[in-house]
Each structure stands twice: as structure tokens, then as C-alpha cells.
């Protein structure tokens, strides 16, 4: 299904799934950057630098009350949301790393505090011209109910899901032929230079002397994790309370020491090198045995958010730059 | 879900990020402004995790007093009447000046100011410190005497461009880590990095050159280089000429310093010297960095003296990409030194001893102020001991803890008739107290902050503080209220206008102004664009002065009964004493209890094994925590960091002071070590 949406198109279908949903979109904020907010309050922004805050987020909290346990030993769960999520605003990558967590937290034994925000959600990617200065962002074509494709001041409306194809059936049909023309345009890869680091992981032809180079250069300050929209790991936090015991998880990373440390103190991630390895071997090499695709999206945000320029495509590029030749 | 742009909490540095918080009015996580100048879009690991206390179930909720022994909650009102009568009757009683008011670094420039003038002019004494006097006086005091200002002299974004990079006492990547990354991106870009610090930090890893002199031995290998500078002539003699003074007494002082001396003095090899002195001299532009390594001496101001030598002598002052630069350990301690929560001056360090000064504060707050310098926080803990100093009120320290000989401040606190306390947590001072009030933590009031490079900054309320808590600025406006002082503030902005009509360099200073990313003070006039680069035609006394030291050794050094020296810091996880990032998650589980980093050799020689708990004693205290053997402290030389109270580092420490800024020798002391 295509239509074709005016702005005030785009503001009633906003109006629309407002009513039912607790709405996110893209704003801009004091400091320059663009983050989701509450619709109510908010004047979109509808295009603009990638999202600072990664959407995931909203699915996976960076800190998220689990239960609480009290004297008697009666569990109590946070009362579930008044109204299911919808996020207008991703782009392909934030819709292919969410797509990325499902995986994770929706395989079974599914968790069941990720699969109830997840399941009645509705996501409205924004596509097509809506990057920096307008420039083109490549289509997404899958992963979410609506995809909004920014062209000329008005936006294709593609329904993916029953729910997005009955928010937009009042709208009119859009053009089929713009479509095959963006589609073609959003082919154009950027480049394969992640591919050609996984297959320099695979074939074991990084040596640890490199690793040792790049953490010399970490800070330990975790952001390529907690800004990484693939990142699951999470550990639990118990905290008493006069309510009794609060459970939270909270995000963490795999840089820190004591992410994997034992009670006796022994560390099978032991040095800083190693972890680091594991940083980009495991989204290059690891999920790609586990899910069969990379557990990079490529979004760009652990490369923005790292203070000495070792996120995941600075590594990887300086990885293939010194031993892709051999390969 | 909302989201609050705010300053970071925790070291000088100055990053800005969104508190995020949930409809409960929780804080549920932290995202780095993205086109902050100084964050741009990264954080540190504390940063990242500065959501992490705000919500933690031990904050104060509400005002205690103790009776027969014992803390038990009461009304504000109650609670605020005490501590009036209890301060104003040991003022009626001994006089003004048995008073002590300690203000602190974590709390706004707003708030700051009111406590100086809750002292001077609520309480009549200018018995009023904070905890620069354990980190900074020494900068104070050294660059004020040299350049005519205590700050930073230039901007962050001069390690943009600087060619090379002189870092002196300071494990930047831990302690003021965004900085430390600029060092890296800096030494990636092709920049020169000497690194002189005893310890095998991280910085020295991408070093051209780590020199690991002895600890205290500063002034000896700075005399040294600038002998050799002079001695290849690689001088900035027109500088020198056109924008100093007092050039041939520094020449005359270095003679002694030849490479041979300086190598006894420092263990360093002769060449190190030679080597250091040349690539630094040869540079155009170089900035000096330094920190607590520098600072916490007691001759820490003639090792500041040294290092402002170093930089008039070579012209690397007043420019882009040069400069002395101390880093600034908490988020306001600039700021609190700024609004003169300092014995000797009110805010924009004006001299209270000035009648002029004087008279202005006196008719802007209209009332009568006392003329002589107060007491420093470490010169009234003696006090305290003495009986000299009966009542004091600590807002946001936590001296039992951050103080040099733990066992005197207890003895001090312990000594005193009425010790009034206003925290966000019950810290190991507060468990003293007489009265606590429970304070909002930065995440739930407004006020301002002025980073390490002088950028007055908002910090702004994401969410209401826990139970009764109060702001800081508002308790100290109801003490004002009851001393008959003008209090009626409608908000932290009123505040501020005050203070930039009373201090020159934050006149132009207003919260309209500073929505974009902060002002750089010097701001005098409210079109003044800020001052990124200071002393950049003249030094603010003038010329620069040339202060010739000479070195003096630690008043402690190891002997036959203590044969290591202690060198105490922080760590990377953790923050001071610990009140706010033992109860972060995250922070907390990487860095779980006290420990103490040995060399490998030394605990072989010892018998100790990783992990293994062991004593540590010097003439002071004794304690005892885990060793972690690591080759990042050298032979003869341990390190524990402050954080912990059950393995309390400054239950070791010397209080021997600076003579002129009365910092404690933290970062040398003698001790032994055995297993438990």
C-alpha cells in the first residue's frame, strides 16, 4: 500500500496515532541534536543529524524497575503502560538494529517486560530525505508498520503492517514509480568494509598486539556500549528500600572489568585487550554465527560517542587498512 | 520520559548531557549532549552513570537532630532554629571568629555565595574554606602571585591545537577523562606528549617521554629543564623581554640544577632531563597540564611557582594552543573559589583586608564585615582540636574522609560544642553531626557551574528532590533570613544578578546569557563575549613574574621503621569520598572495596599475593585493604586511593601544610606494610 501525505496529512495521522499510543517524534533539543520526545510538547523536526538517544531505548531502558520484593515475600511488578509506544522517526539502521533486539529478547524464553512494550507497538520509520540538510536517507522497506519517505516537501506513506495500512487508508495513493526509483537509490551500499573486518575476525588474521594498540587507547568510559542500539547486555540492580527490595536492570558493558569478573576474583576477560576484541568480534563475528547476519547496523553512534576514536568502523577501518592485504 | 540538559556532577571538566527521567519523576539514564563543546556527544564512565545515586534509597529526606545521642527526624523549622541559636550563641559566647563554615565544590556558584555571605555578614567571621584547599590553593596562590590569576590559563580546545602537550601530576584519562581523550586524540594527530608522574599511567603508555620522578621532586626536574632550556638557548627571549620581570633572579636560582643534581633528586637519568628539556624547549607551542601531583605538597605552591617559570620562560603563555593548566577536580570548585568561599576574599577574589572591597559588600548587604582573613579548612581543623574553633557548618564535605590524619579531623569534629551538617547522603561527617539538613543533589535545582577552562555553565532541575529535601540556596536562605539578612531570592537567576553586580569578572554574567554552551569569565559587561585565552596581550598583574624556588624535600620520606612512600589519589570509578558513586551501580561493582596498588617486586619481597589483605601503616593510623600488584607504582612506592572509608587512605596521610596555602602533603607519606 502507498499514499502520498501533505504535512497536514502527516499531522493528522500523528493526531491519529497519538490517540491510541503514547507517541514519540523527533525534536530538536537545546543542545543541536535531534532525540525522540513526547508528541504533545513537541515541534517536529523531519530531518535532520541521525537520533542521539537511541530508539531502542525505549524498549530497553538504560534503567528499568524489574519487581518488588517485600518483607513478606510478595512480588510486584511495575503496572504496564496506559498506552502502547509509537516511535516516529527512526531510519533504517535504528529500524534494522530494533528489529536486532527483538531478535535477542523476543527468542524464547522470550522477556516478557521487553515483549509487552514491544508487541502492541507501533513504529513509523522516516526515510528518504529526512537526513542532515536533507539529504537522502536509503529506504528501510521493512521492520516497522509505517515507512515515511520524505520527497519534495511530502512524504510516501508505504503501510507495512495491518495497523499502519489502517492508519493510512483514508490518505490518498501515491506515486508507484517514485518508488521503484528511491528503492533503486537506497541499493547503493556504502561500502563493505564491516563485511571485509568480520572476515578478517573470521580468518583469525588480527593479531593481539592490535588489540593491545586500541585499548591502550580506551578510557573505559562504556558509551560504545550504552550508545550501541544492538547492545542487550544488562546486569540487576537490588536495592533496599522501606518498600522492600527494588529489582532494576541497568544497562552494561563489556568493557568493564567487572562485566564477566568471578566472585573469586578471576577474570576469563581478564585484560583490557581482550575485551576489546570481544567488543568488535563479537558483533562481527559471533552474531553472525549466532543469527546468521552482523550485530552492527552500522548507525554510527559508538564511532560518535567515543572519546578517542576507536568505535566499531575507526577499528574496523584501521583493521583492514593493516592486515586486509594479506587476506 | 523527559529529558533535562544539565552539567555533569563530577569532575571539572565540564561535559553537559540529558537527565532522562520517567513519569515518576525517576532518573532512569544519562545522553551526552551531542554539540557540546566540551562533551560533544561523549561522557565518561561517572557520566554515563551520573543518573545512578539520585534515586538511591539512603538520600537524607529529612532534617535530624540528635538528642541523647541519637539522630531523630524533625521539622525544618525546628531544625533551621537550631542551628541559628547554636551558631549565634557560640558567636555571642567566644566570638565570631570560633565559627567555621565549610562550603563546598559540588554545589552551585549561587549557593556558594550565599554561604560566604551567611558567614560574613550573617555570622560576622571570614572563617570561610571549601576543599580547594585540598586540591587547588596551591594554584591559587602560586599563579595569582605570578600571572595575577589562579585559573586555567586557556581553553580545551587548545589541545586542538597544541603541538605539544607537557602533563605534570595529573592521570588525566582517570580524572578528567575528557580531557585525557583530547591528550589522545592530540598524540594520534601527531602532538609530543611528555608525561612526568611516578606512576605508569595511561597517558605515559603513548608518552615520547615518561619520566617517573620521585614523588615530591618537582621542582628539581622543572629547575632542571629550565637550566638546560637556558643552556641551549632555546628561551623565548623576546617574551621574556617584552612580558615578564624578575628574569635574572630564576637564571641566577637554576645554576645549582645541573642533570647530574636533578638526576639524585629524582632518580631520573641525567639524559631524561636533557631530553625532556629539548623537546619541550623546541616546541612553539606547548601546553603544561597539571594536578593534584603538583599541587598537594607541602611546598606544592613553589612547585606551581615552577611550573608558571617553565612557561614565561619560553613564551608559551597567552596564545592559542600554550598555557598553565590546572585541571580543576570538581564540577564547581572553580566556581566555588570564584564566589570567595575562601578565608581571604569575597567573590572575583577580592581582598577582604581592602577597605574599599569592603565597604562595597558592606552597603550591598548593609551591614558591618569583619576585616581579617579567615582561617583555612585545614589550619580550623587544627583550631577545632585546640578549642579554638567550637562550631561549625559543613556544607557538602565530607572532611572526615578527604582530609589529611583522619584521626585529628575525628578528634577535631568530635572536639567541637555544635557541628551542623547539610548533605544529600549520611556521609561519615554527617554521622557526627549535631543537625543534619538533607540537601537536593544537582539533579533536582537549578544554579550554575564554572568548569576547569572558566565556562559558567547551567545545571538545571529534572526532577523534585526526595521526601522534605531541600536546595542548597534555599537552606541558606532561611539561615540568612534568620541572621535579619536579605533572603527573599525568587530563584538561583536573582542570585546570580547579585553576584555580577559585586564581582567584576561575572558582571556580565546574567542566565539569559548562558543558554549556549556557558561564558568564559573574564565577562565584565553583559556585551562582553567571554575570555577563552587569558593573558593574551598582558598578564592580568602585568608583567609575568618570574618566582625563582628552591626545592625543598616532602616533610616525610621513608625510613627504616616506614620504609614506602604512600602516594594517595583517585581512582577512575570513584568520586572523593565515595558518597554518590559507591551507590551507583555500575561504578560501585567494578570497584568494590578499598585496595592498595603494590609493584609486583615489592610484594614479592613482602610475601604478598594478589588480592591478599594486608596492613598498612604509617605514624598517623593504620588500615588495612586488598593488594593489587601492578607495575603501574614503582619499587618503594604504594598507592590508595580515597574513596573507601573501611580502608580510609587518610587515616595515613600527613597533615604537614604549605606554608602559604595550607594543602596537606597527600601525595607523600611514609609507611609499612604487613599482613593482617
Redesign the interface.
Known amino acids: 500500500m502507498l499514499k502520498q501525505l501533505s504535512r497536514s496529512d502527516l499531522e493528522q495521522l500523528l493526531e491519529a496515532v497519538a490517540k491510541n499510543y503514547a507517541l514519540q517524534v523527533p525534536q530538536l533539543l537545546a543542545d543541536g541534536t535531534r532525540q525522540l520526545g513526547p508528541y504533545d510538547n513537541a515541534e517536529l523536526s523531519l530531518s535532520g543529524q541521525p537520533l542521539q538517544r537511541k530508539p531502542t531505548s525505549y524498549f530497553f531502558p538504560q534503567t528499568e524497575l524489574l519487581l518488588t520484593l517485600d518483607a513478606a515475600g510478595n512480588v510486584q511488578q511495575p503496572p504496564p503502560a496506559e498506552k502502547p509506544l509509537a516511535l516516529f522517526g527512526m531510519d533504517r539502521t535504528d529500524l534494522a538494529a530494533l528489529t536486532f533486539l527483538d531478535q535477542f529478547f523476543m527468542a524464547p524464553p522470550a522477556d516478557d517486560i521487553y515483549l509487552h512494550r514491544r508487541l502492541n507497538a507501533l513504529l513509523i520509520g522516516l526515510t528518504g530525505d529526512a537526513g542532515p540538510d536533507s539529504s537522502f536517507l536509503p529506504l528501510a522497506d521493512d521492520g516497522c508498520d509505517i515507512e515515511l519517505i520524505a520527497i519534495n516537501q511530502k512524504w510516501l506513506a508505504l503501510g507495512h503492517s495491518e495497523a499502519g495500512k489502517s492508519l493510512l487508508r483514508k490518505f490518498n495513493d501515491g506515486d508507484d514509480k517514485q518508488l521503484v526509483t528511491l528503492r533503486k537509490a537506497s541499493r547503493d551500499q556504502p561500502s563493505d568494509l564491516l563485511q571485509q573486518a568480520s572476515q578478517l575476525l573470521h580468518d583469525d588474521l588480527v593479531p593481539d598486539a592490535f588489540w593491545e594498540e586500541i585499548a591502550d587507547r580506551c578510557i573505559l568510559c562504556s558509551g560504545c556500549n550504552l550508545a550501541c542500539p544492538t547492545c542487550s547486555c544488562f546486569c540487576l540492580q537490588d536495592r533496599q528500600t522501606p518498600n522492600g527490595t527494588e529489582r532494576s536492570r541497568v544497562w552494561d558493558s563489556c568493557q568493564l572489568d567487572a562485566f564477566m569478573r568471578e566472585a573469586s576474583g578471576h577474570n576469563p576477560l581478564g585484560t583490557e585487550a581482550l575485551r576489546t576484541r570481544r567488543r568488535i568480534h563479537h558483533k562481527l563475528v559471533a552474531d553472525v554465527e549466532r543469527w546468521g547476519e552482523l550485530g552492527c547496523v552500522a548507525c554510527g553512534r559508538c564511532d560518535r560517542a567515543c572519546p578517542t576514536g576507536i568505535g566499531m568502523f575507526a577499528v574496523a577501518e584501521e583493521m583492514v587498512e593493516r592486515f586486509g592485504l594479506r587476506s | 520520559?523527559?529529558?533535562t540538559?544539565t552539567t555533569c556532577p563530577y569532575c571539572g571538566t565540564g561535559c553537559?548531557f540529558?537527565l532522562?527521567a520517567d513519569k515518576t519523576g525517576?532518573?532512569?539514564?544519562?545522553?551526552?549532549?551531542?554539540?557540546?563543546p566540551t562533551s560533544r556527544?561523549?561522557?565518561?564512565?561517572k557520566?554515563?552513570n551520573a543518573?545512578?545515586f539520585v534515586d538511591?534509597?539512603e538520600r537524607l529526606t529529612t532534617p535530624q537532630i540528635r538528642q541523647r545521642g541519637q539522630l531523630n527526624a524533625a521539622g525544618w523549622e525546628t531544625a533551621l532554629d537550631l542551628v541559628h541559636e547554636k551558631l549565634q550563641g557560640i558567636a555571642e559566647k567566644y566570638g565570631p571568629d570560633s565559627l567555621m563554615f565549610l562550603s563546598s565544590a559540588k554545589v552551585s556558584n549561587e549557593e556558594n555565595y550565599l554561604l560566604m555571605k551567611l558567614a560574613r555578614a550573617g555570622f560576622g567571621t571570614n572563617n570561610i574554606d571549601h576543599c580547594a584547599r585540598l586540591c587547588h590553593s596551591s594554584t591559587v596562590t602560586g599563579l595569582v602571585e605570578t600571572l595575577g590569576s589562579g585559573a586555567m590559563t586557556n581553553s580545551l580546545s587548545c589541545f586542538d591545537e597544541t603541538e605539544l602537550i607537557f602533563v605534570i601530576g595529573s592521570n588525566t584519562?582517570?580524572q578528567h577523562?575528557?580531557i585525557?581523550?583530547?591528550i589522545?586524540?592530540a598524540v594520534?594527530r601527531g602532538a609530543k606528549l611528555i608525561v612526568a608522574d611516578s606512576r605508569r599511567i595511561?597517558l605515559a603508555?603513548?608518552a615520547d617521554l615518561h619520566l617517573r620522578q620521585q614523588n615530591g621532586s618537582d621542582v628539581a626536574l622543572l629547575n632542571g629543564m629550565m637550566r638546560q632550556i637556558l643552556q641551549d638557548g632555546l628561551e623565548d627571549r623576546e617574551f621574556i623581554a617584552s612580558r615578564t620581570e624578575g628574569f635574572s633572579a630564576l637564571e641566577q636560582s637554576l645554576d645549582p640544577f645541573t642533570p647530574e643534581h636533578v638526576s639524585k633528586i629524582t632518580g631520573l637519568m641525567p639524559n631524561q632531563i636533557v631530553d625532556a628539556a629539548r623537546l619541550f624547549g623546541k616546541t612553539d607551542k606547548a601546553m603544561i597540564v597539571y594536578a593534584m601531583g603538583i599541587t598537594q605538597h607541602s611546598h606544592g605552591v613553589d612547585n606551581v611557582r615552577a611550573v608558571s617559570n617553565l612557561a614565561l620562560l619560553t613564551g608559551n603563555l597567552g596564545r592559542p594552543g600554550t598555557g598553565v593548566n590546572p585541571l580543576r577536580g570538581q564540577n564547581n570548585v572553580q566556581g566555588a573559589c570564584d564566589m570567595g568561599a575562601l578565608p581571604d576574599v569575597y567573590s572575583g577574589y577580592q581582598k577582604v583586608a581592602d577597605p574599599v572591597v569592603r565597604e562595597k559588600f558592606s552597603k550591598a548587604w548593609g551591614c558591618n564585615l569583619p576585616e581579617s582573613p579567615g582561617l583555612m579548612s585545614t589550619h580550623a581543623i587544627e583550631a577545632a582540636v585546640e578549642g579554638k574553633i567550637r562550631g561549625m557548618l559543613i556544607l557538602g564535605e565530607n572532611p572526615m574522609l578527604s582530609d589529611a590524619n583522619q584521626a585529628q579531623v575525628k578528634q577535631a569534629l568530635e572536639n567541637l560544642d555544635f557541628l551542623a551538617v547539610i548533605d544529600i547522603f549520611p556521609t561519615e561527617t554527617a554521622q557526627l553531626a549535631d543537625v543534619i539538613l538533607p540537601a537536593a543533589c544537582y539533579a533536582e535545582r537549578d544554579g550554575t557551574f564554572t568548569s576547569t577552562e572558566r565556562r559558567v555553565q547551567h545545571g538545571r532541575k529534572a526532577v523534585d528532590p526526595p521526601g522534605e529535601a531541600q536546595a542548597d540556596w534555599q537552606i541558606v536562605c532561611q539561615l540568612l533570613q534568620r541572621c535579619g539578612l536579605q533572603s527573599d531570592y525568587a530563584d538561583p537567576a536573582e542570585i546570580m544578578t547579585e553576584i555580577a553586580s559585586l564581582t567584576p569578572s561575572y558582571g556580565g554574567i546574567a542566565y539569559d546569557r548562558l543558554?549556549d554552551n556557558g561564558l568564559q569569565w573574564p565577562c565584565p559587561t553583559s556585551d562582553h563575549p567571554g575570555t577563552p585565552i587569558l593573558h593574551q596581550d598582558q598578564c592580568t598583574r602585568g608583567k609575568g613574574l618570574f618566582s625563582p624556588v628552591d626545592y625543598r624535600p616532602p616533610k616525610e620520606l621513608p625510613d627504616a621503621d616506614y620504609p614506602l612512600l604512600l602516594n594517595t589519589g583517585r581512582s577512575?570509578f570513584h568520586w572523593h569520598t565515595g558518597s554518590m558513586t559507591r551507590r551507583s551501580?555500575?561504578l560501585d561493582?567494578?570497584e568494590r572495596s578499598a585496595f592498595v596498588e603494590i609493584n609486583p617486586e615489592d610484594a614479592k619481597k613482602y610475601g604478598f599475593v594478589?588480592?591478599q589483605q594486608i596492613r598498612i601503616s604509617s605514624r598517623r593510623g593504620s588500615i588495612s585493604c586488598a593488594a593489587q600488584l601492578t607495575g603501574k607504582v614503582p619499587v618503594g612506592q604504594i598507592f590508595i586511593p580515597f574513596h573507601f572509608a573501611e580502608g580510609a587512605a587518610n587515616a595515613l596521610t600527613n597533615n604537614a601544610l604549605d606554608p602559604e596555602s595550607g594543602i596537606p602533603e597527600f601525595k607523600v607519606c611514609a609507611v609499612r606494610i604487613e599482613p593482617c
Open positions: 520520559m523527559t529529558a540538559l553537559n540529558y532522562k525517576r532518573v532512569t539514564g544519562v545522553e551526552p549532549a551531542g554539540k557540546h556527544g561523549q561522557l565518561c564512565i557520566g554515563w543518573h545512578a538511591h534509597p584519562t582517570e577523562p575528557l585525557g581523550s583530547r589522545l586524540q594520534q595511561r603508555k603513548q543558554s577512575y551501580h555500575l561493582r567494578e594478589e588480592r
